[in-house]
């Protein structure tokens, strides 16, 4: 998020709105709210939440204790402070006022991070079967909310109408995955969604490759192991006449910090 709004400049940069098809559609404030939506999506999902829960089902001992202390904050700090002055593409430069609401948004994405945080898990239902359909849910929520974004300029909807309906099929996944997983996001659901959300980036990365970019080939194929490792380590094995969440920690819901 800090790259698309502070480096890249994307929310921003009006020559990317045009490569996207997207265009001067939603441009409030010299920001392309669509995009800055969508793009804020991806990361939250992928780059934040996929990507937490894949380091820790493969380290499971992270998931108990901090990755780094305060001095490693304070170093990622310095460098994400570095980075819009060393890097970026500055053909664009947005007012000062929209670079600081930008930053506020992020900072209320941190804090919400350590809001959620402290809730505590619930634990599974152990006497009920994993839902085997909700990486499908998954992967059927992120190709509506990517079709919409990209296609909606071209519906002649108002923007903030646009924006809700590019927004609907993450809301229905928000509202769904919850109240249908039976374990928690260390366990089998939690991996099935996330192997859902994986092989959407698999079937984009092969769509760009065959646009030209054929080094996506090579993260199509990585994504596509990784997808399928961990789909392979979530599912029970067909003795077992309970299949448990292979992959959740018995320590997680201890009431103990």
């Known amino acids: ?71 490693g904050l304070a170093c ?39 809001l959620i945080g402290r809730v505590p898990v619930m634990a599974p239902e152990s006497d009920r079967r994993p839902r085997r359909g909700l990486g499908t849910l998954a992967l059927t929520c992120a190709s509506a909310h990517w079709i919409l974004t990209y296609t909606v300029a071209e519906t002649g909807l108002p923007w903030p109408f646009g924006v809700a309906l590019a927004m609907l099929p993450v809301g229905a996944g928000l509202f769904l995955v919850p109240r249908l997983a039976v374990t928690s996001p260390w366990g089998s659901d939690g991996v099935r969604v996330v192997v859902g959300l994986l092989t959407f980036f698999v079937l984009l990365d092969l769509l760009v490759a065959l646009l030209g970019r054929y080094d996506m080939i090579l993260g ?35 009431p103990e910090p």
């Open 76 to 114: 990622a700090c310095l460098s994400l402070a570095v980075t819009p002055v060393v890097y970026g593409e500055f053909g664009q430069r947005p007012p000062t006022a929209v670079l600081l609401a930008a930053g506020v948004l992020l900072a209320a994405v941190v804090v919400t991070a350590f």
């Open 220 to 254: 199509a194929i990585f994504t596509a192991w990784l997808a399928r490792w961990l789909y392979t380590r979530c599912s029970p094995a067909p003795s077992s006449p309970d299949p448990s969440d292979q992959l959740d920690d018995p320590h997680l819901y201890d």
């Open 1 to 71: 998020m800090w790259e698309e709004a502070f480096v890249d400049r994307y929310w921003f940069l009006s020559r990317f709105w045009e490569d996207s098809g997207i265009g001067t559609y939603s441009v409030v404030w010299h920001t392309n709210v669509l995009l800055a939506v969508h793009l804020t999506v991806f990361h939250a999902a992928i780059s934040i939440g996929a990507s937490v829960l894949v380091v820790e089902w493969l380290v499971p001992r992270a998931r108990h204790r901090p990755w780094v202390g305060r001095p």
